[in-house]
């Protein structure tokens, strides 16, 4: 959507939306060009902002830099350095001031919410002031989820929202969201283990050995067993033996089909093999827990 190079709303809180566990106060986007006077907005006074003095916040903030660069310091943090994607959040009642590099201006999108939700996230450490700075993986989506929350205040200007809280926790979410970060290797071998797997879970209700699935997952059957323990810390075999006990708890719980039945429709070659894995891995035999 075309964006205005500046643009902040203040919110109505009532007592309603102090239930709601998240709730938006404020948002804005604001475009800062090269050796341009910084902040350019007037805000009310609780947010007014002096960058060489610094403030505090009655509540948290998120701002969401999408173009230039700038500096960042806290009582927790120190000095540190803002660039393009990076995602601060700023908390109540910490000290803090920040400032865009005067040689690039920057970009940013911010909004002020407050609830029980955040401050359950800082409890448990997931949010911590000592680490304000996130870089999100999914910028494109972040960033389609600030202009869908500005495009919905602006066409409300003067009411509150719990839709505006969902797209506030999406906003949080895909800020503080990560990818695994595993070596080429280990997504090489989780990758063949989950194709076993689904071949798995495809395949027995039929007759299937450990090198049929290692054929059709290319890699030989000592390989295969070796990445079988290593990511999921069983055998192949176990695995193919929880998919078949799987099924014939089902359909022991569900049905009245005979047990002898029972046995060849979840994939094992016999009653007595059902019993024996029943008794192995579940201590009862099947007429047990069927009972």
């Known amino acids: 959507m075309e964006r205005k190079s500046k643009f902040c709303d203040y919110l109505p809180v009532g007592e309603e939306e102090l239930d709601w566990g998240l709730y938006v106060t404020a948002l804005g986007f604001n475009r800062v060009l090269p050796e341009e006077p910084f902040p350019s907005s007037r805000h009310p006074l609780a947010y007014q902002f002096n960058p060489a003095e610094g403030r505090y916040l009655p509540e948290y903030q998120l701002l969401f830099l999408t173009h230039g660069n700038g500096t960042f310091s806290s009582e927790k943090t120190g000095c540190q350095t803002l660039s393009e994607?990076?995602?601060?959040?700023?908390?109540?009642?910490?000290?803090?001031?920040?400032?865009?590099?005067?040689?690039?201006?920057?970009?940013?999108?911010?909004?002020?919410?407050?609830?029980?939700?955040?401050?359950?996230?800082?409890?448990?450490?997931?949010?911590?002031?000592?680490?304000?700075?996130?870089?999100?993986?999914?910028?494109?989506?972040?960033?389609?989820?600030?202009?869908?929350?500005?495009?919905?205040?602006?066409?409300?200007?003067?009411?509150?929202?719990?839709?505006?809280?969902?797209?506030?926790?999406?906003?949080?979410?895909?800020?503080?969201?990560?990818?695994?970060?595993?070596?080429?290797?280990?997504?090489?071998?989780?990758?063949?283990?989950?194709?076993?797997?689904?071949l798995i879970w495809g395949w027995s209700y039929r007759a299937i050995c450990v090198e049929d699935i290692a054929k059709n997952v290319g890699v030989n059957r000592r390989t295969l067993e070796r990445y079988f323990r290593e990511i999921r810390n069983r055998s192949i075999l176990d695995e193919i033996i929880y998919c078949r006990l799987t099924r014939a708890r089902r359909l022991l719980e569900h049905t009245r089909i005979p047990i002898g039945r029972i046995a060849l429709m979840a994939g094992f070659t016999s009653t007595q093999q059902l019993r024996h894995n029943f008794r192995r891995f579940l201590k009862k035999t099947p007429e047990q827990f069927r009972q």
Request: with cysteine; net charge negative.
């Open 85 to 198: 994607g990076n995602v601060l959040i700023l908390f109540p009642n910490i000290w803090h001031t920040y400032h865009p590099n005067p040689l690039t201006g920057w970009e940013d999108y911010w909004i002020g919410f407050n609830g029980s939700y955040a401050y359950e996230l800082c409890r448990r450490n997931v949010l911590t002031p000592e680490k304000p700075l996130f870089r999100p993986q999914r910028i494109h989506d972040l960033r389609n989820a600030f202009d869908r929350l500005l495009e919905l205040v602006q066409s409300k200007p003067t009411q509150n929202s719990m839709q505006y809280s969902a797209i506030a926790l999406e906003i949080l979410a895909l800020t503080i969201e990560k990818e695994p970060e595993l070596e080429e290797e280990i997504q090489g071998k989780i990758g063949i283990v989950e194709e076993s797997v689904r």
